[in-house]
């Protein structure tokens, strides 16, 4: 796992986009990625709740890191496509986007996931999101 | 349609995370909206290229302003769920997000849409959504 | 639940596609319904495994069943659409789709379900499935 | 053409579901792809209508063929996923499923496609879908 971590950190900070929406990674295991994104009126829809685009921007990205972690070093992901249902509001502090690899096969990973938004330690989940991702040899 | 233009300006404006992205609404149609936004570092991937999470909010966001056209001032809208194909990798200048009305009905609206990287005036489609929409008593 | 356990079975005993495929009800609980499905050579797609119309017939309606657990008896629901991922050949001598509910909403409801692919008691997920399911006024 | 026509064809009539179904191949073009299906009460869902179930078989077929049509003869197709958006009551004498091939890669094939219900020569569209299709070498 100490060659994964350091990859998906690595690859994670080189995204401009997660940057630019303040989210980080906070837990990489085999098989599941989480990142976290703090609530910012620079990031909200039309009623000043958190834009989907952020929503699905760390769903995404959480799906394909559990993704990574499955991979040899010869390989690396790339989303081939998603779908994603948004169930509630996202109202909220924090977000919490978790990914997890359901199967892992030679040319397709499949993830799902979900979303989580927190208002202090209560959550909802307030998205899931069903992703398959291309093992693409480096 | 002025009324619509007015609306649909004004909501474009109060979200916050297009304005971070930087994106434009470029036209508005009765159930075609079209949203531009130029590529900056800012909202890369790791490998420079525009991220799928970049590409994804301005695609839903034109698919559901494209559903906006088509309700009622009772009525306002919100994403269900869509799905997206990411077919190519986003290199370009600019891209323009493009959605479509294929069915209005009184309690949801699907959209299709695709999202077009630029090369000057060349283009490329990079990704192809299919968007499901609620209709919303105000 | 009697009432409802009564509504599912007539409306899945209507259903002339069930009953063509021999697929069944084996269990309905608050939220989660499960259909078999024995695999039978009228039923296969071009190298004799289960086609994936069959695999999708019944993990569809399990899912919009569970959805049916959730409404009042002045509702029905009707499928607005789902997504499917084919992860595994559909390999097997019995075919179990299980249909759950996530979010349950006044408009929408959304479930996930899965479809197992029994050899003896032994049993591989084949397939995952995210679908949205609208509760229609009678 | 000739090859992939009478490959197709192979195909198709040794699918075992189709047969049961009484689908039939009523077109074949580079990248597109018509399958016809009547009416049947064998394919009702609870109301009498076709059943999602049926629709689904005949337009995720339409798009794999779709895609076969794009692939050399060293490869067939296997459907990762798609998504279908139902979007009126299926109700018709019969139904044209037409898969339509819209970016063809390595590894993987992009198809949309559409459900039209044929009440004489008139018809509405009535379903679409969108699905990533796997290149798999044989």
Redesign the interface.
């Known amino acids: 796992m100490k060659n994964i971590l350091q990859r998906i950190t690595d690859?994670?900070n080189?995204?401009?986009?997660?940057?630019?929406?303040s989210a980080q990674i906070v837990s990489i295991d085999d098989g599941e990625v989480q990142i976290e994104l703090p609530f910012?009126?620079?990031?909200?829809?039309?009623h000043g709740y958190l834009?989907?685009?952020?929503i699905?921007?760390?769903a995404?990205?959480a799906c394909g890191y559990a993704a990574l972690t499955k991979v040899s070093a010869k390989h690396e992901v790339?989303?081939?496509?998603?779908?994603?249902?948004?169930?509630?509001p996202a109202i909220g502090e924090r977000f919490l986007a978790i990914g997890r690899v359901?199967?892992s096969?030679k040319?397709?990973t499949?993830c799902?996931g979900e979303v989580q938004a927190y208002s202090g330690t209560d959550y909802k989940?307030i998205a899931?999101i069903?992703a398959?991702i291309?093992n693409v040899r480096i």
């Not at 080189?14 to 929406?21: A, E």
């Not at 910012?40 to 039309?46: A, E, N, V, W």
């Not at 834009?51 to 952020?54: E, S």
């Open positions: 690859s994670f080189s995204q401009g986009l997660m940057s630019t929406l910012s009126t620079k990031l909200s829809q039309q834009h989907a685009g952020a699905t921007s760390i995404d990205s790339v989303t081939a496509e998603f779908k994603i249902n948004f169930m509630r359901v199967n096969g040319l397709l499949v799902t989940v899931i069903q398959t291309v």
